[in-house]
């Protein structure tokens, strides 16, 4: 997966900081969204993220996923 692809949550991951829900448990599964953000470097240094890919949901909401957590849509 890359920057750019559409990608849905295909399992339960519960979040705490969606701007609708605030500091209430949230399910992502089944969203769909966008990846802005791809995490393999920083400050030119190879890294390995826990959480590497950031997914834009709608204008005000962001999260961090693992690959096991997100497929792409075709």
């Given at each position: 997966?890359?920057?750019?692809?559409?990608?849905?949550?295909?399992?339960?991951?519960?979040?705490?900081?969606?701007?609708?829900?605030r500091?209430?448990?949230?399910?992502?599964?089944?969203?769909?969204?966008?990846?802005?953000?791809?995490?393999?470097?920083?400050?030119?240094?190879?890294?390995?993220?826990?959480?590497?890919?950031?997914?834009?949901?709608?204008?005000?909401?962001?999260?961090?996923?693992?690959?096991?957590?997100?497929?792409?849509?075709?």
């Amino acid at each position: 997966m890359k920057v750019g692809d559409r990608v849905h949550v295909k399992t339960s991951v519960v979040v705490y900081h969606h701007p609708q829900h605030r500091n209430q448990a949230f399910d992502l599964q089944g969203q769909e969204g966008e990846i802005v953000a791809v995490l393999e470097e920083w400050e030119g240094k190879p890294i390995t993220a826990n959480l590497p890919f950031q997914v834009q949901f709608d204008k005000k909401f962001k999260a961090h996923l693992r690959e096991d957590e997100i497929e792409s849509i075709a």
